[in-house]
């Protein structure tokens, strides 16, 4: 059974940092995409940032380019969001989920119950 646990959340001052982990289990994690959604209050699931299965190619949502960076460890199932320079309108719940920018909606057959990052002055 796919499943999906996230960790790392908390409640910084704007500029702060977080480290957001996610443990996939239950299907071959090697050979998957992967991303980091989030959805703020009140608004649609957002996508944040993806990297391939091999861990050398990621890509980034516009708001958060050279604030986030997504990571993995194949060996460990594991997939990383380093949070940097974190800003008010970073608030939200973040989950990971199997697939890329593209697919992530489709591939991802049950979502976790997300770590929520919450940025306030």
């Known amino acids: 059974q796919v499943r999906f646990v996230e960790s790392g959340g908390g409640e910084v001052q704007p500029g702060g940092s977080l480290r957001l982990s996610c443990a996939a289990s239950g299907f071959a994690f090697s050979t998957y995409d992967m991303s980091w959604v989030r959805q703020a209050p009140g608004e649609a699931l957002e996508w944040v940032s993806d990297?391939?299965?091999?861990?050398?190619?990621?890509s980034y949502a516009d708001s958060v380019k050279g604030r986030f960076t997504i990571s993995r460890d194949n060996a460990k199932n594991m997939v990383y969001l380093q949070l940097n320079s974190l800003k008010l309108e970073d608030t939200a719940v973040y989950f990971c989920?199997?697939?890329?920018?593209?697919?992530?909606?489709?591939?991802?057959?049950?979502w976790g119950q997300g770590t929520r990052v919450t940025v306030s002055l």
């Open positions: 989920g199997r697939g890329s920018e593209r697919s992530f909606f489709v591939d991802t057959p049950k």
């Open positions: 990297i391939n299965s091999g861990g050398g190619t990621t």
